[in-house]
């Protein structure tokens, strides 16, 4: 059958930064001006034409397309010292809506963004192991709920559902509480195909860590470098790859599999980053502790955890990352590091500095030593990226490929 993370699904466009005045592609010039005005904010005509390299004419246009669609809103002119007063052009946040489904290993979530991304409600569903039909059932509430909350003339404006999910989540099905046949429909049946059969809206299906490292490049705050590696901590770890300003998500959706990669533990053994850098490990060091790991999972904000067993899992986990990093700048020159996940900020901050820590002792003759920074979305990194994946494939351009 068709895997879930199968690229027919796969948002995005690979188009360059660069318009077209020919006729016929009004809908890539469309997406160009839409991204351009995400990307800097409200911009007047004759800026979007000097950003764009299209004719003011074409943009004016689009513009006046774009504003009927009521995708765009004109704000008050703005009087500059010589020349006619400019009106700056922006998004209009009622645009369009999109819906976000985070499906993890211990709970899913599924929100309502605007065309801005922001969140405008949310319901989610705790679990110890994620059962297929539970996860289905909890998603076409979910849906009609969030749906419901709008009023009737803005559900039409509802672009579509994306999904943000593990990939190949039936691989781990040895994880510890975990029973494998519950495991087992995830690799035998399609939620793409199913939701979009129940709630008669495109669905877009990306892995996890991509649709997170996705949301900390369309919305992450801060100057962005048009390359970097990405990590992101949640029950298991995992990355995402961003290349000449552009998520890259590699022929099977599968690139910056970064749980995968092989690191040394504190005892000199080989093992999967996975096994040292993920919330499975530190659940597992808090339960030998008499502790249920499982509250990890009640707030993000604060944990009840003794700061000792913090303080050796953050170690370990900064060793494997750091590990990690060595090897994928071997591969993708990237000159950036980001790190993020489910975690609080002060912890998210202090595991930063560990893992610059070991890169400052780390053996880099022949490489560049990346700069390793703190990512800006957080705990809610996966869930919007999932959002984004509808407003990706219908209205942006050159952010995936």
């Known amino acids: 059958m068709k895997s879930a993370h199968d690229q027919s699904n796969k948002p995005g466009v690979s188009s360059p930064f ?75 946040p009622r645009g369009a809506y999109f819906l976000g489904l985070k499906i993890g290993r211990r709970s899913a979530e599924m929100v ?13 569903l705790a679990y110890p192991v994620p059962a297929f039909d539970a996860v289905v059932d909890f998603s076409v509430q979910a849906a009609a709920h969030l749906v419901a909350s709008l009023r009737p003339d803005a559900r039409a404006r509802i672009a579509g559902l994306g999904i943000a999910m593990p990939f190949r989540l039936w691989d781990w099905a ?18 793409r195909a199913e939701l979009a059969q129940a ?31 990405y990590f992101y901590i949640g029950f298991f770890i995992g990355g995402g790859l961003v290349l000449n300003g552009s998520l890259f998500d590699g022929p099977n959706g599968n690139a910056g599999a970064l749980g995968s990669v092989r690191v040394l533990d504190a005892a000199g053994r080989r093992c999967q980053l996975i096994d040292m850098a993920s919330l499975m490990v530190l659940e597992r060091a808090l339960a030998e502790q008499g502790i249920d790991g499982a509250t990890l999972w009640d707030s993000v904000d604060c944990w009840a955890a003794p700061q000792a067993v913090l303080d050796d899992w953050a170690e370990h986990a900064a060793s494997g990352i750091a590990q990690a990093i060595q090897a994928a700048v071997a591969v993708v020159d990237v000159r950036l590091v980001k790190l993020d996940g489910w975690l609080p900020p002060g912890l998210r901050d202090a595991l930063v500095e560990r893992v610059r820590a070991h890169l400052g002792q780390a053996d880099f003759k022949g490489l560049e030593r990346p700069s390793i920074q703190a990512g800006t979305m957080g705990a809610e990194a996966r869930v919007i990226g999932a959002a984004s994946q509808p407003l990706l494939a219908r209205f942006m351009t050159g952010f995936a490929r």
Do not use: Y
């Open 174 to 191: 040895d994880t510890p509480a975990t029973d494998p046949s519950r495991m087992q429909a995830w690799q035998d049946r399609d939620i």
């Open 18 to 92: 660069a318009g077209t005045n020919q006729t016929g592609m009004r809908a890539l010039n469309e997406r160009l001006i839409l991204t351009l005005i995400r990307q800097h904010g409200a911009l007047s005509t004759s800026e979007i034409a000097r950003h764009s390299g299209l004719t003011a004419q074409t943009v004016s246009v689009i513009i006046r397309a774009l504003e009927r669609d009521g995708l765009l809103l004109k704000g008050e002119p703005q009087r500059g010292r010589v020349g006619q007063p400019s009106v700056p052009i922006r998004l209009n």
């Open 199 to 229: 709630l008669q809206v495109p669905v877009f299906v990306q892995k996890d860590a991509s649709a997170a490292c996705g949301a900390e490049l369309v919305f992450g705050t801060g100057a962005q470098a048009p390359n970097f590696l």
């Open 112 to 124: 309502l963004t605007d065309f801005l991304g922001t969140i405008l409600a949310r319901r989610s």
